[in-house]
């Protein structure tokens, strides 16, 4: 069992940048695999990013590769959410979850943070 509480979010204009972070509770951070998920007003939650227990293998969405970076820090039990050129599309609550596998869907995740929103005008 490990918990999450995430930060970092806020409101920008579109272009704008902002660093998500996820701080974890425990000492077995390492051996989770990691995700950030979002959830705009009125749709599922969507897969943003996921990154395995190592770092060495990462995964996104097609909307956001290019722009977002997924990174971790087993020392410090962190995983960051590097967000550049956001868009109003980008606009939503973004989430932690922690997992036994790395994948883009929600349920292998068990454990999950309460959310930090992300606002984006035009």
């Known amino acids: 069992q490990v918990e999450l509480v995430e930060s970092g979010g806020g409101l920008v204009q579109t272009g704008a940048s902002l660093r998500l972070s996820c701080a974890a509770s425990?000492?077995?951070?390492?051996?989770?695999?990691m995700a950030w998920f979002r959830q705009a007003p009125g749709k599922e939650r969507e897969f943003v990013a996921a990154i395995s227990r190592n770092g060495a293998t990462t995964y996104y969405v097609e909307s956001v590769k290019g722009r977002f970076t997924i990174s971790r820090d087993n020392a410090k039990s962190t995983v960051n959410l590097q967000m550049n050129s956001l868009k109003p599309e980008d606009t939503a609550v973004y989430y932690c979850?922690?997992?036994?596998?790395?994948?883009?869907?929600?349920?292998?995740?068990?454990?999950w943070g309460q959310g930090t929103q992300v606002t984006v005008s035009s």
């Open positions: 425990g000492r077995t951070f390492s051996s989770y695999a």
């Open positions: 979850a922690a997992g036994p596998v790395t994948a883009a869907t929600s349920g292998v995740y068990v454990n």
